[in-house]
DNA sequence: GCAGCAATAT
DNA sequence: AATATTGCTG
């Protein structure tokens, strides 16, 4: 029926394109672009050209991946510090639900931003943070982007707004019927915020978005690893700090043994006070000895991290925020590294607990692993 | 101008 | 019938 009254070689990054027949009949090695000869010429999407339009919107993020529609600037608060370790955790919050939790702890003045994200499918927006620790480049795949990515010449925005079209319907009939047989869970990726858990997130597995997610979901995990070493950095901390505390007060108390020493052959009578400190010193010092040494501190799982990271985060924050010193960990009178400062910044932990995953909000790795963590702070006689 | 949907044409 | 193109809307 169509026959090729032209074709014209492709352009863009395929070197290896091999000059096609001019006749209508492509062969899917083919890299030519086909039209027809009628009256109206029309393209001719060869397998080949359909291929690379493939290739090209994934490598934009998928059929229906989401658009940007704006960003916004937040001030550099206590939450904020504790978002930028919390990239992941930030996917899937809706504008609404978002609003909701951090508005009262964020300010329009400082540096940290978030783009709001629109996903096509939904026509939800939800924010994402954006400064710094960005995520993936996922860029829209829209006629215009993928047009640039595929870089054939002769190929216009009109050709490729119909295309798409077909292939973002083709692609949602395909995953609705394999979500009807199967109702594949998908790995904890998003939040569970209900209306956030939709298809896009339940993908099955053939799904090019798939890669996306696996490559995301290790990436939490690497990030909760990070954080793992952190903790395990702060613990060691202060683990030194309290053996040279238990050190220096058996110092003193050996000290004062020895002056009441030296006055007990004047005054007999001081002689059972004298005891009784010499049996406190025994006991500091055993005390001392008995506690935990770092190798025998109880490792946390990455379970119990997990768990750890969702009750106790406000606890990491500091550490993170300034790098500051177990002095500050201890006695919170070092400088405040975040323009609240730490008085505030104290209030906010105190306030909540759990600033991030608390009110339903979860860790994405949550899920599977509760347990009581009693790991961040070793027990001490 | 552009994206996306629906209708239309081949 | 399949799918490319065009029309139209936001």
């Not at 993908?203 to 690893?225: H, I, K, S």
């Not at 050190?247 to 050996?254: A, C, R, V």
């Not at 909540?352 to 006689?381: A, C, D, K, T, Y």
Request: proline share 5%; charged share 25%; aromatic share 4%.
């Amino acid at each position: 029926m169509y026959s090729a009254i032209h074709s014209l070689p492709l352009d863009g990054g395929h070197p290896d394109f091999q000059g096609g027949p001019l006749d209508g009949t492509n062969l899917p090695g083919d890299a030519c672009l086909v039209l027809t000869t009628d009256p109206k010429p029309r393209l001719r999407w060869t397998a080949d050209l359909h291929d690379r339009f493939v290739d090209a919107v994934t490598q934009l993020g998928g059929p229906d991946s989401e658009m940007i529609v704006g960003s916004q600037v937040y001030e550099k608060l206590y939450i904020c510090s504790l978002l930028m370790l919390q990239v992941p955790v930030f996917h899937g919050y809706e504008m609404g639900t978002f609003h909701q939790k951090h508005k009262r702890g964020l300010n329009k003045k400082h540096n940290i931003s978030f783009e709001i994200v629109m996903q096509r499918e939904k026509k939800k927006s939800f924010y994402r943070f954006c400064d710094g620790l960005v995520t993936s480049k996922v860029q829209e795949a829209t006629p215009k982007t993928i047009m640039r990515t595929m870089g054939v010449k002769g190929l216009t925005l009109y050709h490729l707004k119909s295309h798409l079209q077909k292939y973002r319907l083709g692609k949602q009939a395909c995953k609705e019927t394999t979500e009807n047989s199967k109702d594949v869970s998908c790995v904890a990726e998003s939040q569970d915020t209900g209306s956030s858990t939709t298809s896009s997130t339940r993908m099955v597995a053939q799904d090019p978005n798939d890669g996306y997610q696996v490559t995301e979901a290790l990436r939490v995990q690497m990030e909760v690893q990070r954080r793992l070493h952190e903790q395990l950095e702060v613990q060691r901390r202060l683990q030194l700090r309290i053996e040279a505390q238990g050190k220096y007060l058996q110092s003193i108390l050996e000290k004062a043994c020895k002056a009441l020493n030296d006055q007990a052959i004047v005054a007999a009578g001081l002689e059972a006070a004298r005891e009784e400190l010499s049996e406190l010193a025994i006991k500091v010092s055993n005390d001392c000895q008995g506690m935990v040494p770092l190798e025998n501190i109880k490792m946390p799982s990455i379970s119990e991290l997990a768990a750890a990271l969702e009750s106790k985060n406000a606890s990491t924050i500091p550490v993170r925020i300034g790098d500051c010193s177990v002095e500050s960990c201890l006695t919170s009178t070092s400088s405040p590294v975040s323009p609240m400062g730490l008085g505030s910044q104290a209030a906010a932990m105190k306030k909540r607990p759990r600033p991030l995953f608390g009110n339903g909000e979860s860790l994405p790795l949550e899920g599977n692993m509760r347990q009581e963590v009693e790991w961040v702070m070793p027990h001490i006689g």
